[in-house]
Structures are given as C-alpha cells and as structure tokens.
C-alpha cells in the first residue's frame, strides 16, 4: 500500500472532459486552430453542477467540429455596447450617433447591461422589448413602438458586429428576440391637396411662409431645408440641390450629409421660383435694415430676422400654431393636425396617386432604393393596382 503524504492533495481527475476544482466544475475541449489547424486543449469553468458542465461540454466539442467554437469572454453587455459605440464614433453622422447614445445610456444599460455578452438569449431581449413597450418611460409609462423599435436597431447593430467582427458571439439573438407588433407611423397623406393649399395660404403672411411652401413642393427633408443654400438654388431652371443637411444635438446645430449620403437635385414648378424670389427679397431688405448686426455668414435659404441660420426645431414647432391660427377663423373646416414631416408624405402621396413612376418619386424624396418607397407608401401603391385593371381596359377600348 502506498501512503498519500499527509498534507499533499490528490490531483482532480478529469473524467471525459469535465472535473470538478474546489466548488466548481469545468470542461477541457480541444480546438484546431483555424490557419495552422493545430490543435490546443481550451479549458473552461465556472459551473455550479457536473450537469451544467457536461451541458456545456457537448456544445462546445458541437461547434469545435463545425469551426464555429468561440473563446469564453467575460465581459458583459453594457463593458461591449461601450467600447462598440465608440469605435463607431467617426462612422456614424453626428445626429445618428446621439440616438445610439441615448437608446444605449436610457433604456439599454440600465436593464441588460450587466449581463454577461455570451449568456444574452433571444428571450432576455424579448422580455425587454416587452418591458420598455409597457413601463420604459417616464414615470413608469410605456414607450412609444417606435422608440422600441429604436432600440432594437441599435442593439441588433451591435451583435451583428460582435459576431462578424469581434468575433465573441456564435449568432446574433438580437435577430431571434421577439419585436412586439409595431404599426408603421409612416401613413403619409394625412392632408388632401386642397387642405395643404388652405394651409399655405394662411400660411402666407409668416416670414418663414416660403419654408413650407418649398417643403410641400420639394418633398425634401426638414433639415435638408435648413441647411439649403442661395448658391444650390437655381431659378431660372428651376431647381435646388440638396447636399446636406442640419440637426440640433444637445442644444448645438451641427451639420451633415444627406441621409442616404448623397446629394440630388430636385426641379421645381415655376410657381414656387416666384415664392422663392419674393422670400430672397424680403431677406434682403431684412439684411438692410438690420446693417451690421446682421449675422448671416453663410448664404442660407432661410434664416431668422438677424441672418442667423434657423434650428429645425423652429419650424416643427412653428408649425402647428400656424394650424391653430387657422382652425380659429376657420372652425367649420379645420384641418386635421399635421407634422411637418407630414408636407413631405402629402408630396409623395399626390405624386403616386397621379401616375409619377415609383423611382422618380424615390429619387425626389432622396431615397437610396425605391423600395424604401414602396414599402413607406405600399397603401398608395395599392390604390394605384386596384385602378389598373380599369385604366388597361379603357386604354385598349380608346384605341
């Protein structure tokens, strides 16, 4: 009989793979590199059973075979999602790059941050959808869909790089979570035609008039229309480019491209050239009769009375009390409350529901694909089948 030293402890024996140290269990597999294909045992523990870690085991030796096993990686959801957004920092257009921030910092962290990345599971995201749709806000109220939606963007950007670049998750579960039902908010058309002329009529006597008359006949973007210069105007053709746009951020307007990235030019009717000429002449007579003080540096379109070029703010907000102004001498037939945004769908709208061919529409809104267009306004495009038969049928029938 051999005898064990007295304070000598015996060596854990590994059984198939798996061995219990101190409290724990662990698993050893063994992995091939994926260049040189040699093969090195990879240790892994942590486990409170024999079972958890047998579990694990046998998924791990799964994924080895398949060239898809992945190193263990301790750090947690909030440690990536940081060090993910400010890799992305120069990529991502400044206004673009608050809203992560913000789904990341509000509604992000706080509720899944502290997971570890390698154990987040479809079911942990869905449940936060489902708790940010019902208590995510304020004061414990549920979110709008679309800032859950929001979020959900943000988060799947991220896994999809941890697992095509950073390569420490298997799959995304981002794209296997459940995203609760959300109905588009992009309905568009919200105003008829005649609705629309009412309101730039009474729109008309504002200095800033020239604003949403150019917004309803452009179908440009808010900030792209805030960023518009003298020297990308053309009214003899007539025409604008648009090549940028502007955004507030923290209280800061800041400056960018187009959303799509690329510049367009969009013509114009001959009746919104005049608009256009008048506005240049009144900023004109602005800029005299303020003299020095005038502060524009930057030949804008549109700007405030000392030249300084207009928050996009301004304009949504000024928006609806000019709705108001007119519902009060007009309670008969008020219009129905509108965005801003919702000039630019009433552009589209008519433009579809005339015959305008889908991609010019796409190309006028700035669109990068006219699916984009299609998918915003698939009930217009419906409308537009429902005719279609008729219209084939009264064509043959005239010829």
């Known amino acids: 009989m051999t005898n064990t030293p007295k304070n000598s402890k015996a060596t854990p024996k590994v059984r198939d793979g798996v061995v219990k140290r101190g409290n724990t269990w662990s698993y050893v597999i063994r992995v091939k590199h994926p260049e040189t294909g040699e093969s090195k045992p990879k240790w892994v523990g942590g486990f409170t059973t024999e079972d958890d870690a047998k579990a694990a085991r046998d998924e791990a030796r799964v994924k080895a075979r398949r060239g898809e096993y992945i190193d263990r990686n301790t750090i947690t959801v909030a440690e990536y999602l940081d060090e993910w957004i400010e890799g992305h920092a120069v990529e991502i257009k400044p206004k673009t790059l608050h809203g992560y ?42 979110l709008a869909p679309n800032t859950v939606k929001n979020v959900h963007t943000v988060l799947r950007k991220a896994l999809t790089d941890a697992v095509l670049v950073d390569e420490i998750l298997p799959n995304n579960p981002a794209e296997r979570a459940k995203l609760p039902r959300i109905q588009s908010q992009e309905a568009g058309g919200v105003w008829t035609p005649a609705q629309l002329r009412a309101f730039l009529d009474a729109a008309g006597t504002h200095r800033l008039s020239a604003f949403f008359h150019l917004a309803a006949y452009s179908g440009a973007r808010r900030g792209e229309l805030c960023n518009l210069r003298w020297a990308d105007v053309d009214l003899d053709t007539p025409q604008i480019r648009v090549s940028g746009s502007s955004a507030v951020i923290e209280g800061q307007r800041v400056e960018g491209t187009t959303k799509s990235g690329r510049s367009r030019v969009v013509s114009l009717d001959s009746d919104t050239a005049e608009v256009l000429r008048k506005h240049h002449r009144q900023q004109a007579a602005d800029k005299l009769k303020v003299g020095e003080a005038w502060k524009g540096t930057g030949d804008y379109v549109f700007t405030t009375g000392w030249g300084e070029p207009i928050f996009p703010d301004t304009v949504s907000s000024l928006m609806p009390n000019l709705i108001k102004t007119y519902n009060d001498t007009n309670p008969k037939q008020p219009l129905p409350r509108a965005r801003l945004h919702d000039l630019r769908h009433v552009h589209a709208t008519t433009l579809l529901l005339a015959g305008v061919p889908v991609h010019v529409v796409a190309a006028r809104l700035g669109h990068s694909d006219p699916a984009i267009t299609l998918r915003v306004y698939a009930h217009v495009i419906s409308e537009q089948m429902a005719s279609a038969a008729d219209v084939f049928a009264n064509a043959i029938k005239a010829a």
């Open 101 to 142: 921030r913000v789904m990341i910092r509000l509604y992000l962290v706080p509720n899944i941050g502290r997971l570890r990345l390698q154990a987040l599971r479809p079911a942990a995201i869905t449940k936060l959808y489902r708790d940010l749709l019902t208590k995510g806000g304020r004061k414990g109220k549920g």
